[in-house]
């Protein structure tokens, strides 16, 4: 059985205006979009900014109310907070943000920072509690004298290091990592990149990866959903979507990789070209009269792709 069954969610933001500062409108962070995760996979959501990634993520841990659809664990409906409650959902499902230094307590030292969900969720003595932050600090690579240390006495890539030790604090089952490098540098992207593999190993791990860069995705994940607009334009396995891109906001995605090689730089310019007049030429296939992308269509077992004008 999957892990999570995420089934045609919708968040919608209510705009109010006018006089009577009624309800004029809504935007729709998120537009009816399905899922399903199973054990031990990374799943990577792409997008441009303002596409309802983090509003999807954000309400897979319950800190957003959904407007309409279900999230299902264990064959329940986890957007009703009692179904959260009984099934011990908070613990089993984390969230890792990109800013560690606004999303750790500044006030608080390392020991208490990992104390926390130990102390909200396990039941253990002084002594196992102390075993299990040194376990944890040692799985991301931190010394134990790191205890006593508040979190702006390290660099930013260590803070997002104790950020993951405190998601998997309690050994949970799915980590929804919302841009978790993008503010590192590459170098030490990389390093963190690798400790949440080596932990996914481990811990039989499912991630939720978000991010906009497609080279960390790729790197990262064993499918991939790309975001539009609230909407799914495409989602597939890494060579549905790095090597047979469907839709025209995909393939302007992968043209806009940057191209280290100076050699393939010529190439990669005519294709971005071609790729930019196909989209002038049928933007008013892919897209619905209010401007959003059509439902998915299944093309092989693992690939999907919205549709285009007239359901083909
Ligand atoms: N609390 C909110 N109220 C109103 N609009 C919101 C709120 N949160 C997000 N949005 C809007 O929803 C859309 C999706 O945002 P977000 O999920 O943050 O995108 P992403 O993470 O892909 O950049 C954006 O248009 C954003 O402005
Ligand atoms: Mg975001």
Redo the contacts with the bound molecule.
């Keep these: 059985m999957s892990l999570l069954e995420i089934k045609d969610l919708k968040i919608h ?1 209510p705009i109010r205006g006018g006089f009577f500062n009624r309800v004029v409108d809504h ?1 729709y ?2 537009d009816g979009v399905s899922m399903v995760v199973e054990e031990g996979k990374t799943y990577g959501l792409i ?10 993520g954000k309400t897979i841990v319950g800190l957003e109310k959904a407007t309409g659809g279900e999230i299902l664990y264990n064959g329940e409906n986890i957007l009703d907070p009692k179904v959260r409650k009984k099934l011990e959902y908070n613990k089993d499902v984390q969230m890792i943000f990109q800013d560690s230094m606004s999303s750790l307590d500044p006030k608080k030292r390392v020991l208490d920072i990992l104390a926390e969900p130990i102390r909200n969720f396990d039941n253990l003595n002084e002594e196992e509690e102390l075993q299990r932050i040194y376990e944890l600090l040692d799985i991301v690579g931190m010394p134990k004298d790191s205890i006593y240390k508040y979190p702006h006495e390290f660099s930013g890539g260590q803070r997002q290091r104790i950020g993951v030790a405190r998601a998997v604090a309690c050994k949970p089952k799915l980590i929804v990592a ?1 841009e978790p490098v993008s503010a590192l540098d590459l170098s030490v992207q990389a390093q963190v990149l690798n400790y949440l593999k080596n932990i996914q190993k481990e811990l039989n791990l499912s991630y939720i990866f ?1 991010s906009h860069d497609l080279g960390v995705i790729k790197h990262m994940c064993d499918y991939i959903y790309i ?1 539009h607009r ?1 909407r799914f334009t495409e989602t597939g396995n890494r060579q549905d979507i790095y090597g047979d891109p469907q839709h025209i906001y995909t393939k302007r995605l992968i043209a806009s990789i940057p191209q280290i090689n100076p050699k393939l730089r010529d190439e990669l310019r005519k294709n971005r070209e071609l790729v930019d007049k196909e989209y002038e030429t049928y933007y008013n296939d892919y897209y619905d009269e209010s401007g959003r992308v059509y439902p998915l269509r299944q093309l092989s077992d693992t690939h999907f792709v919205a549709q285009k004008k007239g359901g083909k």
Excluded at 47 to 56: H, N, Q, R
């Design positions: 933001y935007v962070a998120v997008g441009e900014s303002g596409s309802g990634k983090t509003t999807i919302d978000i975001m609230g």
